[in-house]
């Protein structure tokens, strides 16, 4: 039986929503990607504007720092290993906020440096983060449900980017371009919330499809179509 577009994005919406895993993975990276967008869309302008940072030195730091993300995929899995997958990926989002609060509070003299290394906390925290969200999300949905759930996912995580810089571009005119930094920085600190009330933070391994009771529930309610 043939099963409409707007079937299956509900059907993968409500797997997303009833999962635990899947919902706090979708839920960090909505966090996360939102947060980072508002500091990043005035993290330029202030960069140049107030710190009278130039596009070479603003290359050069984006060309160091961005070496986080080749760390970050390196390592993922040594780090997960020895940490079990939960605590990898707490620890991992955990980067984001130290690493962009070094640029919120640095002086103008050190705001190169301190971007650079926001950058590679930053990578290294994307890079990580990302190899074990996508495990954990995969590990977890039956594959007959993979594409759409995949599809939901991406749309709520990758949708979020482009409202984060609305809300930045907005925040910047209302408010300053440092004080939005800050309003993004403090986001960033709270990205770890979903994974602190959900299973994930007790995680050591990938778990089966069928793990956890939640996931069957979730399944109970699919339309018979969807199967």
Excluded at 35 to 49: D, G, H, K, N
Excluded at 62 to 76: C, E, K, M, R
Aim: net charge positive; proline share 5%; glycine share 12%.
């Amino acid at each position: 039986m043939r099963v409409s577009f707007r079937t299956d994005i509900l059907v993968g919406l409500r797997y997303v929503v009833h999962r635990p895993y899947v919902r706090a993975v979708a839920s960090t990276a909505c966090m996360a990607n939102l947060s980072r967008a508002v500091a990043f869309t005035v993290l330029l302008i202030y960069a140049v504007r107030e710190a009278g940072i130039s596009p070479v030195e603003i290359g050069i730091a984006f060309a160091i720092g961005n070496v986080g993300f080749f760390v970050g995929g390196l390592s993922a899995t040594s780090w997960t290993r020895r940490l079990g997958v939960g605590r990898a990926m707490i620890g991992s989002i955990l980067c984001f906020g130290p690493g962009m609060t070094l640029v919120a509070v640095a002086p103008h003299s050190l705001l190169m440096p301190a971007i650079t290394a926001m950058l590679f906390l930053n990578g290294v925290g994307i890079a990580t983060h990302g190899v074990n969200q996508i495990s954990l999300r995969q590990s977890v949905t039956p594959t007959r449900l993979l594409a759409r759930v995949s599809a939901v996912t991406r749309l709520l995580i990758m949708g979020a980017l482009p409202l984060g810089a609305a809300l930045g571009g907005g925040l910047g005119s209302l408010v300053g371009l440092h004080t939005t930094l800050v309003i993004g920085t403090v986001g960033l600190y709270l990205v770890a919330i979903p994974y602190l009330v959900s299973p994930v933070r007790t995680l050591r391994a990938m778990p089966e499809q069928d793990d956890d009771l939640a996931g069957s529930e979730a399944r109970s309610r699919l339309p018979a179509d969807a199967a």
